[in-house]
């Protein structure tokens, strides 16, 4: 686990966001390259250019989706699935209080003006990694 944080936080610091960059720690696992899976989650990061759901989550819950979720589902497997999302979801606002990108970093992702004087103020490269960190484990403690 300490490897794929490592490489999370050199990918974050290259400008991947952050669905990006947990993806990445797992794409070829699951026979994937990590050029595709960025391609992927290119418009992922800043909880989904808005300001929702944080691009960390996002990313985790396509793992998920790779590891747990069936290609041609009955309504239990859908069900099943829907649990694990959910409590990866509300395990990673526990621990850090919500689970929307603008309330975990106090800005408006989706506003050009806000998201600017957050990287002026150097939140992302403070917050993020953090928000990184939770969702690979989580998507780990599934193991």
């Known amino acids: 686990m300490e490897d794929k944080l490592a490489k999370a936080l050199v990918d974050f610091e290259n400008y991947y966001n952050c669905s990006q960059t947990v993806t990445r720690q797992f ?79 106090g800005f408006e992702a989706g506003n050009d003006r806000q998201k600017e004087e957050a990287r002026e103020k150097g939140v992302f490269k403070e917050s993020c990694p953090a928000y990184i960190k939770t969702a690979i484990e989580l998507v780990m403690a599934f193991d």
Do not use: W
């Not at 960025?38 to 800043?46: E, I, R």
């Not at 944080?54 to 819950?61: F, K, N, P």
């Open 27 to 105: 794409a070829e696992e699951y026979g994937l390259s990590k050029e595709l899976i960025s391609k992927l989650n290119a418009g992922y990061g800043g909880g989904l250019c808005t300001g929702y759901t944080c691009g960390a989550i996002v990313g985790a819950i396509m793992i998920l989706g790779l590891k747990y979720a069936k290609t041609n589902p009955n309504a239990d497997d859908k069900k099943d699935f829907q649990q694990r999302t959910l409590k990866l979801i509300n395990d990673f606002a526990e621990l850090h209080g919500a689970f929307n990108c603008h309330e975990l970093i």
